[in-house]
């Protein structure tokens, strides 16, 4: 008796809600902005796919109007941002700019960053650490491959670009470098890691410093914590060098892994990067910032893989490091490619195939064949 109610009652019950979703769906308002398909109760999450930012770039093909309204007059909705365990538990309470709410705090954190750490003028004092550490870049590329006289060698570049990077950061916060196999052994530990760091410099600021310099981005951190402590937190400071660690080291590392993995594709192309960089700057001295100006062609390649990194984003929450992985990017590429000879492990392509992350990592980590030219010789005689 139990089982033929049951039986009765599931397709009426089926019956209902259906009815019940066919008269929402008609009362629906008329007016809505143009929309893909949805089905209900799941909505639209059937059209979510793998990679995520080309599900977007897909659908924005087809309602794009809707989405440069929503990058317009809407975009102060969207520059938003959920709470969330992760943001609480990594983030110290949302308090870190890519995780904060659209608001005060935001926009003072913005503002730190684009003032205090990104301007010019501090890009322009760290200047010699990016050209120290891409000029190490280039002699350990050189030191792998001169062994094997005239004859081209086989390179494995993510590990080393993201090496690159990640000291690019690392000195600029504190001034030192190496730190790197330290933060891969962390896992739960990075709040403990950031504090020490915060320690380290407080306390050569007690004793003198030591010789040491005072000019990095922690110790100016530290000076501004002196005189607006109530914002000014080691929450906060912590934030701003998490963020820049991961953010400034991925980004613009994965960045260079692109544009030579594009140009590695595209001889051609790779051959015309190379003949303007003969011909502005020739083989006596190595490309540096003040050259970029001059590299149209360099730049143009730069801004490609750059934008395949940044993806979709609301211009309110556009990243403020974007200058800085302009310059690291295109100086770092350039100098390969003014330095190197470059040719594929084989004939085949190298792998476009694009990884999960926020990121976009390459699937395959990019390996490459490399000789060094006359120039390279010099450079590692100074």
Same mark, same amino acid.
């Given at each position: 008796?139990?089982?033929?109610?049951?039986?009765?009652?599931?397709?009426?019950?089926?019956?209902?809600?259906?009815?019940?979703?066919?008269?929402?769906?008609?009362?629906?308002?008329?007016?809505?902005?143009?929309?893909?398909?949805?089905?209900?109760?799941?909505?639209?999450?059937?059209?979510?796919?793998?990679?995520?930012?080309?599900?977007?770039?897909?659908?924005?093909?087809?309602?794009?109007?809707?989405?440069?309204?929503?990058?317009?007059?809407?975009?102060?909705?969207?520059?938003?941002?959920?709470?969330?365990?992760?943001?609480?538990?990594?983030?110290?309470?949302?308090?870190?700019?890519?995780?904060?709410?659209?608001?005060?705090?935001?926009?003072?954190?913005?503002?730190?960053?684009?003032?205090?750490?990104?301007?010019?003028?501090?890009?322009?004092?760290?200047?010699?650490? /990016? !050209?120290?550490?891409? %000029? #190490?870049?280039?002699? +350990?590329?050189?030191? *792998?491959?001169?062994?094997?006289? =005239?004859? @081209?060698?086989?390179?494995?570049?993510?590990?080393?670009?993201?090496?690159?990077?990640?000291?690019?950061?690392? /000195? !600029?916060?504190?001034? %030192? #470098?190496?730190?790197? +196999?330290?933060?891969? *052994?962390?896992?739960?530990?990075? =709040?403990? @890691?950031?504090?020490?760091?915060?320690?380290?410099?407080?306390?050569?600021?007690?004793?003198?410093?030591?010789?040491?310099?005072?000019?990095?981005?922690?110790?100016?951190?530290?000076?501004?914590?002196?005189?607006?402590?109530?914002?000014?937190?080691?929450?906060?400071?912590?934030?701003?060098?998490?963020?820049?660690?991961?953010?400034?080291?991925?980004?613009?590392?994965?960045?260079?892994?692109?544009?030579?993995?594009?140009?590695?594709?595209?001889?051609?192309?790779?051959?015309?990067?190379?003949?303007?960089?003969?011909?502005?700057?020739?083989?006596?001295?190595?490309?540096?910032?003040?050259?970029?100006?001059?590299?149209?062609?360099?730049?143009?390649?730069?801004?490609?893989?750059?934008?395949?990194?940044?993806?979709?984003?609301?211009?309110?929450?556009?990243?403020?490091?974007?200058?800085?992985?302009?310059?690291?990017?295109?100086?770092?590429?350039?100098?390969?490619?003014?330095?190197?000879?470059?040719?594929?492990?084989?004939?085949?392509?190298?792998?476009?195939?694009?990884?999960?992350?926020?990121?976009?990592?390459?699937?395959?980590?990019?390996?490459?064949?490399?000789?060094?030219?006359?120039?390279?010789?010099?450079?590692?005689?100074?």
């Amino acid at each position: 008796m139990e089982t033929s109610s049951l039986y009765t009652f599931l397709p009426l019950a089926f019956l209902l809600l259906t009815l019940k979703l066919f008269s929402s769906w008609l009362k629906r308002p008329k007016n809505l902005p143009p929309s893909p398909p949805s089905i209900p109760i799941l909505g639209h999450l059937h059209l979510i796919k793998r990679p995520f930012h080309q599900t977007l770039h897909s659908l924005s093909q087809s309602y794009g109007s809707s989405a440069e309204e929503c990058c317009t007059k809407n975009d102060t909705v969207l520059a938003n941002r959920p709470s969330s365990v992760a943001a609480n538990q990594i983030g110290y309470g949302s308090t870190v700019v890519t995780m904060a709410p659209y608001g005060d705090h935001w926009r003072n954190l913005r503002r730190i960053c684009t003032l205090e750490i990104f301007s010019s003028a501090c890009l322009n004092s760290f200047l010699p650490i /990016r !050209m120290d550490e891409i %000029k #190490r870049l280039l002699l +350990k590329l050189n030191k *792998r491959t001169s062994s094997f006289c =005239d004859d @081209f060698t086989k390179v494995e570049l993510k590990s080393m670009f993201l090496e690159m990077t990640f000291n690019i950061i690392v /000195r !600029m916060l504190t001034g %030192k #470098r190496d730190y790197e +196999k330290k933060v891969s *052994r962390l896992g739960k530990r990075s =709040d403990e @890691f950031l504090q020490n760091l915060i320690e380290e410099r407080r306390g050569s600021h007690k004793i003198g410093g030591g010789g040491e310099s005072r000019d990095t981005v922690l110790d100016h951190l530290l000076s501004l914590q002196e005189t607006q402590p109530e914002f000014y937190t080691d929450e906060i400071i912590k934030g701003l060098i998490l963020v820049m660690l991961i953010a400034g080291t991925d980004t613009s590392g994965l960045a260079i892994e692109w544009g030579m993995s594009y140009l590695l594709n595209h001889p051609l192309s790779l051959k015309i990067a190379t003949e303007k960089l003969d011909s502005v700057i020739g083989q006596e001295r190595l490309i540096d910032e003040t050259d970029i100006a001059k590299l149209s062609y360099l730049s143009n390649i730069t801004s490609t893989s750059t934008h395949v990194i940044t993806g979709l984003h609301d211009r309110r929450r556009a990243c403020p490091g974007a200058n800085m992985a302009q310059r690291v990017v295109t100086v770092t590429l350039g100098s390969l490619i003014q330095c190197f000879e470059w040719k594929r492990i084989s004939e085949e392509l190298v792998d476009m195939t694009e990884g999960e992350g926020m990121n976009m990592p390459k699937v395959v980590s990019l390996e490459a064949m490399c000789k060094p030219r006359k120039i390279m010789a010099r450079i590692a005689e100074h």
